[in-house]
């Protein structure tokens, strides 16, 4: 009787909640809470490895850094399980953990570290900092360290030293990046497009000690090898191809020594907030920065492909740099903490995508920007929302088409965040009188921040304290609260779900790679028949993110050069950063304020039939820039014409 009564109650009570616009947040619950529990056995999974790895053994493998004890736990677990595919080649985990012995060996005979397979040596701290913990400190006088100084006529490696990887993504870049961590040693990733200042520059402020690099790319790096030398880098090739004089094939190298594991303790971390990894992320001061990756953070990221609701069974297709943190932390990370396979492809083929699907039985593709355009012409069915150097992530577990994650009060308990409002005119956070942040209404554009605490940390980038000016901002809600800012806008709708909207500042992103306006005006700035440019982003039909766009002002009395122009930036560019679009101006635009309009030459685009200055289309199959005529134009927007 008593549930009877209740029954009119129960079917009124979606009808108050659609009255009180509770019902689109809660019509979700369920998908919310499963997503929590999922996250909270996932942090709990991954506590009780990091306290399994502490009290384990210093001298066994299980006591190193995450990714040593991890490889070594799972070829332990799953010897014969297969890690890796790349062409015809495959490894199983077993095989894994021998190959990236073997290289941690090999490094660590550059630090002067010479001991048989019993192990023994110096830590892993960083230049000037202590060593490892439990770690003998072994001076670096040894034989080998004196071979090592006579041969290449530079110091050994110091412990904690960074050997920066200059390759694509291929199985030894795996056994290199997980060998130097191994072995005590920083390891960043270079993007491989980088060449002349932009390579030196990154190489300098991420401190590089030593440099890997591949040997197809020798014959572009001719003009810098000088540099590089003049640096005092250890050079090594991964290959065993001919070799400049003083470049070594470090991979014969590591053939060479035995593939037992190494001990634990050089690579431990003495805080697990430590620095293990750089990686080069474009922000608005123009040039690459070298973010830090801890510790911690791979221990996170472990967890990611749990969260996306993998399982050790599945295979995983990833067609990713690995010098990104999508294709290395979330790729490669991701698989080792499920232990699954990963399908690995040095670079994304449209027409062999669904062969290598079919034969290899993929049930997991990772991608960004607009790989499963090329594919599909339909949402994706899980989108996910996060940044190298970021404390934040959202997830779209639902499904739901569009979205990158939601905003459920359940999921920001867990990974808080918030949207506020944004100025773009002004490029900052919008305040009330008590001088806070004001959150943004459902469907408002607004700048997503996270909290800054112990367990959500932003470490900064190398160098200077400069690099991260902008990048945190304080007394957003509270006074003395201290919040990262992620630099985007997105739209949270009336149901919780996040969408992206688009970038703030002077960075655009294109083709899946962020570039820095400033980067590429520096770039044009140096052609001596320029005297202003304006380098800005604009969206083109049928194509995701922002393609670049640079108007041009003549220095008196020359002419443009578009020979000239395509050479240099060719030159000095990586592929993706070299403007699609060139408008030609008598002067720039600017605000009242003096500051180039950005904004409003984005708005008005590249259309020839309503602008009336010269325009000019990067031709990539030509290798040229040409007049952007209304033809051009057309076939542009018809797809003909690939930019």
């Not at 001298?59 to 890796?84: D, I, V, Y």
């Not at 069915?381 to 979205?403: C, H, K, M």
């Not at 984005?602 to 289309?617: M, Q, R, V």
């Amino acid at each position: 009787m008593a549930a009877l009564l209740l029954l009119p109650l129960l079917l009124l009570l979606p009808l108050l909640l659609l009255k009180l616009r509770l019902w689109p947040q809660l019509r979700w619950l369920a998908a919310d809470l499963a997503f929590t529990v999922r996250a909270l056995r996932c942090k709990r999974a991954l506590r009780a490895r990091a306290l399994a790895a502490a009290a384990a053994d210093p001298e066994g493998p299980e006591g190193g850094c995450s990714l040593a004890w991890r490889l070594a736990q799972l070829a332990q677990q799953r010897p014969s399980h297969t890690f890796l595919i790349h062409g015809a080649r495959r490894f199983s985990y077993a095989e894994a953990e021998r190959q990236s012995n073997r290289t941690a060996r090999a490094f660590l005979r550059a630090r002067g570290w010479d001991r048989g397979p019993g192990g023994g040596g110096t830590g892993g701290a960083e230049e000037g900092e202590q060593p490892a913990h439990g770690a003998p400190d072994v001076a670096a006088g040894s034989g080998a360290a004196r071979a090592v100084r006579e041969r290449d006529g530079v110091a050994p490696l110091a412990p904690g030293a960074t050997v920066a990887l200059l390759l694509p993504a291929c199985p030894e870049f795996l056994w290199l990046w997980f060998g130097l961590a191994k072995a005590g040693l920083r390891t960043a990733f270079v993007p491989t497009a980088l060449r002349r200042g932009p390579l030196l520059h990154c190489l300098r402020c991420c401190g590089a000690r030593a440099l890997v690099l591949a040997p197809e790319f020798l014959e572009s790096l001719e003009p810098d090898l000088p540099a590089l030398r003049a640096m005092g880098l250890h050079l090594w090739a991964a290959g065993a191809e001919t070799h400049p004089a003083g470049i070594s094939d470090l991979l014969a190298e590591a053939s060479a020594e035995v593939d037992e594991p190494v001990p634990g303790y050089l690579s431990s971390p003495q805080n697990i907030m430590d620095t293990c990894l750089y990686i080069f992320t474009s922000g608005t001061t123009g040039l690459p920065k070298a973010a830090r990756i801890s510790h911690l953070k791979i221990l996170q990221c472990q967890g990611f492909y749990q969260l996306c609701g993998a399982h050790q069974d599945d295979v995983i297709y990833l067609a990713l740099p690995l010098y990104h943190m999508s294709g290395s932390l979330l790729g490669i990370v991701g698989c080792l903490g499920i232990g699954a396979t990963v399908v690995l492809k040095s670079k994304f083929s449209a027409g062999q995508f669904w062969e290598d699907c079919q034969q290899h039985r993929v049930t997991v593709f990772q991608y960004i920007g607009e790989l499963c355009r090329y594919l599909v012409n339909q949402p994706p069915v899980l989108e996910t929302y996060g940044l190298t150097e970021g404390n934040v992530a959202t997830f779209n577990y639902t499904g739901q088409q569009g979205a990158v994650g939601r905003a459920s009060w359940l999921y920001k308990h867990v990974f808080p965040f918030s949207l506020i409002r944004y100025d773009v005119t002004t490029g900052e956070p919008i305040r009330n009188i008590q001088g806070h942040c004001v959150a943004t209404s459902p469907g408002e554009p607004g700048l997503l921040v996270a909290p800054v605490s112990p367990q959500s940390p932003f470490l900064g980038y190398a160098g200077g304290p400069e690099l991260a000016r902008g990048k945190l901002l304080k007394d957003v809600f509270r006074p003395g609260d201290v919040f990262f800012n992620t630099g985007d806008l997105l739209v949270c709708d009336d149901q919780g779900f996040l969408r992206f909207h688009d970038r703030t500042g002077d960075t655009f992103r294109w083709k899946g790679e962020n570039v820095a306006t400033t980067e590429v005006a520096e770039a044009l700035e140096a052609l001596d028949f320029l005297q202003e440019v304006n380098v800005y982003g604009v969206t083109v039909p049928g194509h995701e993110g922002r393609a670049g766009m640079a108007a041009l002002v003549l220095r008196p009395p020359h002419s443009l050069d578009l020979v000239q122009l395509y050479a240099h930036v060719s030159e000095n560019l990586p592929p993706y950063a070299r403007p699609r679009f060139l408008r030609l101006q008598e002067c720039l635009a600017t605000t009242e304020t003096f500051k180039q309009q950005k904004v409003r030459m984005a708005k008005e685009g590249f259309d020839p039939s309503t602008l009336s200055d010269p325009l000019y289309i990067l031709d990539q199959a030509g290798g040229a820039y040409l007049p952007l005529t209304p033809a051009r134009y057309s076939a542009l927007l018809a797809g003909d014409l690939r930019i």
